[in-house]
């Protein structure tokens, strides 16, 4: 389970939360030009754009939840479970992993034009990290500053959405979604309008009431409706801090507070982060659950011809 969402304020900003019921050990990690991304099925990447996001990392290779590059283009991967299906090696195709996709495309990318000539030639294949490592279903949204993509790869193959609210939740297909936004076009932030009959006194008895029906509760469906309600109606302002915050207010209506969504036994799911990056600037911003101090790492602070990655620890949880 977890929310991604774009937003566009002068500068654009780029982030998720992360909604689930155990750590990863989740660090903030800058990729360099120079650092060799591994790949199974092709060519190392040698020299590529610089990119930085939360990640975990194993084996010296960052396994990132979101991240932007340095031309401004960003990803993450969200749950997509039982709708989420990689396929055997295709010789017609570059077969990349769905643990290599974010470096892949950010590494090779400045913008959503040449992540989706990249993605058509793409077969996200089934291999696994490690032994003790499977792989996660997911799914994806690819953004830079005007577009955003959603990617996901399926029994009947590799699906590529417009994504033109900027949006992503989880199950069910991103299809559903976009259907879905219909059954909402009603509502307003402002007073209820009576267009139920001129023969009742109706009365607007509390304000927002013209958002009457927007989704609450935690599941995916719910959750893209009200992102995208909030996202929309924002206001958009001129300082950087201020738009950080709204940004992060954004994500914060559809956080998971603990014991809200039991996944199993007595798990629960739980917003353990949230970024926003500015994809301009190039700085990551991010909160945890236990530490709503706003944190930031300026990728531009880096030596970005490194050949190692840098890795910052975030406050435990």
């Given at each position: 389970m977890c929310t991604a969402i774009t937003f566009n304020s002068g500068d654009t900003f780029f982030g998720r939360n992360l909604d689930v019921e155990c750590s990863y050990n989740e660090c903030v990690v800058i990729t360099p030009r120079n650092f060799e991304i591994q790949m199974r099925c092709l060519e190392n990447l040698k020299n590529h754009y610089a990119f930085?996001?939360?990640?975990?990392?194993?084996?010296?290779?960052?396994?990132?939840f979101d991240a932007t590059n340095e031309m401004g283009l960003s990803m993450a991967g969200l749950n997509f479970p039982g709708n989420a299906f990689y396929h055997e090696f295709d010789e017609a195709l570059n077969n990349v992993t769905p643990f290599e996709l974010i470096p892949y495309i950010l590494g090779k990318c400045k913008d959503v034009g040449e992540a989706l000539r990249e993605l058509k030639a793409i077969n996200i294949v089934n291999i696994s990290f490690s032994k003790e490592l499977s792989l996660s279903p997911l799914h994806w949204i690819v953004s830079d500053k005007e577009k955003s993509?959603?990617?996901?790869?399926?029994?009947?193959?590799?699906?590529?959405?417009?994504?033109?609210?900027?949006?992503?939740?989880?199950?069910?297909?991103?299809?559903f979604h976009i259907t879905n936004l219909n059954n909402y076009m009603s509502l307003y932030e402002g007073d209820s309008k009576n267009l139920f009959s001129d023969k009742i006194n109706f009365e607007n008895y509390s304000f927002g009431m013209g958002a009457l029906g927007l989704p609450g509760d935690y599941s995916s469906a719910s959750r893209f409706i009200k992102a995208t309600f909030v996202k929309y109606k924002s206001m958009k302002f001129r300082n950087e801090q201020e738009n950080v915050n709204q940004f992060?207010?954004?994500?914060?209506?559809?956080?998971?507070?603990?014991?809200?969504?039991?996944?199993?036994?007595?798990?629960?799911?739980?917003?353990?982060?949230?970024?926003?990056c500015n994809v301009n600037k190039g700085?990551?911003?991010?909160?945890?659950?236990?530490?709503?101090?706003?944190?930031?790492?300026?990728?531009?602070?880096?030596?970005?011809?490194?050949?190692?990655?840098?890795?910052?620890?975030?406050?435990?949880?």
């Open positions: 930085l996001g939360m990640a975990t990392v194993i084996n010296d290779f960052p396994l990132y993509l959603t990617v996901e790869s399926t029994e009947a193959g590799l699906k590529i959405y417009d994504n033109p609210v900027g949006v992503l939740t989880n199950n069910p297909t991103f299809d992060l207010y954004i994500l914060a209506s559809v956080a998971m507070p603990k014991g809200c969504v039991l996944v199993k036994n007595s798990e629960y799911e739980y917003t353990r982060y949230s970024s926003c700085i990551y911003y991010y909160v945890t659950y236990n530490d709503r101090q706003i944190n930031s790492v300026d990728i531009n602070s880096y030596d970005l011809n490194s050949c190692e990655i840098k890795i910052k620890k975030i406050n435990k949880f």
